[in-house]
């Protein structure tokens, strides 16, 4: 943290003599932004988090890509495919990749290197958390038990520009897929000779999209510059994309209003309301859910009745209201607003799940006398004998401030006491991965519009399945979800799959995501997602 914060201050002592774009600028761009402080990775197949994903997006690409439909927004387009046919039964897809396709070192891309990058995907020994991001190909989940070999992974060359995919059922989603990170080629020579190396030196970081990186300094930034060999180098926009690697939202605020950054999407909590007023803070659209996460394997919080006091006393309307500040909307359930159900013409699936609990003022009241009664039938009447426990969250103002309001609240409601732990980012991820610790700070962003990315990281086992939780029910019901070819059906198992979840008490949801950031006006072109990718790289004056 120290040291972060010191290379923030040289950074904005630097703007004196530096020329990064500013406003009023004109000619070529050298773009400066901030999304988050050191990734985890920028392995495609090992990464599982938002800003690491936002910067791969920009280093590589898949079958299919997002595209700027002209007002900022993202649409889904063919990328490294030149087209795709889709059998009648939607169960095998065949793509054409395009003839000039090539890998940052000018070596052609085929067909072969996207069968080697959904292979080691599913692979047991690459302990990918979004191996079940592919579940849906044939055989993937024997090959992720260890039943069957990756080579029988139902993912084929027919030569070098066709690829076929088998599936073991009709998914509606399965192009989304396809433009994910996790199912983006990557070179078999480069990571058989450096192993889990190749992403942390330049000259082994081999990409095949837009940009490629040319520094790394590790809690500093991260910078990229047009890659010559990609197939729309000519229509790129800036001269280099340089993401600055900050957790200290005052510093950001700071770096943007002096002209050293020109995107950030995180301000402190206490400036939310002055600049979304100004203007100066715009809100995007975000289809996610910010959460508690209990570790339903460790006590007190193995028993649901403990875990569903926890989640009743939070007032979801003063966090969202007093604390963040930024037009989120209080979560009544797990699985976000705007995620299709079966009919895209009717109701989505918040609206045909109902709500878990009331987010009601009026009924705040009632909600905590229910979870006092439940904390003493768990043995705790009043909090006595309670442990002391521990909420763990990562290196932010507002997940600090978020942390400090649920404290209060349990201390308050339920007579607990909770401390809180602050970790660095990656720390943090490895500890709530391993499943050290009671409560920690949770989030979750669709990978693609439909409710099984929200649903299938809790099956037991699953690599996103930080609360540890198991329960047999519930992995059959997402196990037919995936496998039944009656769409019906599909959405009747993942509709009963959230109400265990519910009954389980698994996750304690707090509110409903917007993507609240600031940008240099002077530079357009920027366009957006909201499964939260930002894309830069054609942006310009």
Not at 120 to 142: F, G, K, W
Not at 347 to 354: A, H, I, K, V
Request: charged share 20%; proline share 4%; with cysteine.
């Amino acid at each position: 943290m120290k040291t972060k914060k010191i290379l923030v201050a040289l950074l904005i002592i630097a703007l004196a003599v530096s020329a990064i774009a500013c406003g009023g600028s004109s000619g070529p761009l050298d773009m400066t932004v901030s999304i988050a402080s050191e990734p985890q990775t920028i392995d495609p197949q090992l990464n599982s988090a938002v800003d690491g994903a936002i910067m791969i997006n920009h280093m590589f690409e898949g079958l299919m890509k997002w595209e700027d439909d002209g007002n900022g927004n993202a649409v889904l387009t063919e990328g490294q495919a030149a087209s795709y046919t889709v059998s009648e039964d939607q169960m095998v897809y065949t793509f054409t990749l395009r003839d000039d396709i090539k890998w940052s070192d000018g070596q052609p891309v085929t067909a072969n290197d996207f069968v080697y990058a959904w292979q080691r995907l599913v692979t047991p020994a690459t302990a990918a958390d979004y191996n079940y991001m592919i579940e849906m190909v044939e055989n993937a989940s024997d090959i992720m038990a260890g039943a069957k070999q990756p080579s029988e992974l139902g993912i084929k060359a027919i030569d070098e520009k066709t690829l076929e995919i088998s599936l073991v059922a009709p998914t509606t989603y399965f192009l989304e897929v396809c433009a994910f990170p996790a199912c983006f080629p990557v070179r078999q020579d480069i990571i058989t000779a450096n192993g889990d190396q190749w992403t942390f030196d330049v000259n082994t970081y081999i990409g095949n999209g837009s940009y490629k990186m040319t520094e790394w300094v590790h809690n500093s930034y991260i910078k990229m510059v047009p890659n010559e060999n990609y197939y729309d180098y000519a229509n790129l926009g800036p001269e280099s994309i340089t993401f600055q690697l900050m957790d200290d939202q005052n510093a950001m605020l700071a770096g943007f209003r002096s002209g050293q950054l020109d995107f950030i999407n995180t301000v402190p909590v206490d400036e939310v309301s002055s600049l979304l007023e100004s203007g100066e803070l715009k809100v995007d659209p975000y289809i996610g859910t910010y959460y508690v996460c209990f570790n339903t394997q460790r006590a007190p919080f193995d028993d649901p009745n403990v875990r569903r006091a926890f989640s009743l006393v939070i007032d979801r309307n003063y966090i969202v209201e007093n604390v963040t500040q930024a037009g989120q909307v209080p979560a009544t359930a797990y699985v976000p607003s705007g995620i299709n159900d079966v009919d895209a013409n009717a109701d989505d699936f918040r609206t045909q799940g109902g709500d878990w609990y009331s987010v009601s003022p009026d009924d705040y009241e009632a909600n905590c006398e229910e979870a006092r009664r439940l904390l003493a039938e768990a043995g705790y009447p009043n909090g006595e004998g309670f442990p002391i426990v521990e909420y763990i969250y990562n290196t932010d103002d507002n997940h600090r401030a978020i942390a400090e309001a649920l404290q209060n609240m349990w201390q308050t409601e339920l007579g607990v006491t909770v401390t809180l732990s602050n970790q660095d980012w990656a720390v943090f991820l490895q500890t709530r991965k391993d499943g050290e610790y009671n409560i920690a700070r949770n989030g979750w962003i669709a990978d693609y519009n439909d409710p099984t990315s929200f649903l299938d990281m809790w099956i037991t086992g699953g690599g996103n399945n930080d609360a540890q939780y198991s329960n047999a029910e519930y992995d059959a019901l997402i196990a037919t979800s995936k496998t039944t070819t009656d769409m019906n059906e599909k959405y009747q198992a993942l509709h009963d799959a959230e109400a265990i979840l519910n009954s389980d008490s698994v996750v304690a949801p707090i509110y409903f995501y917007t993507n609240p950031y600031m940008m240099n006006p002077d530079i357009k072109g920027k366009f957006y997602t909201s499964l939260g990718f930002y894309f830069f790289n054609y942006c310009h004056y």
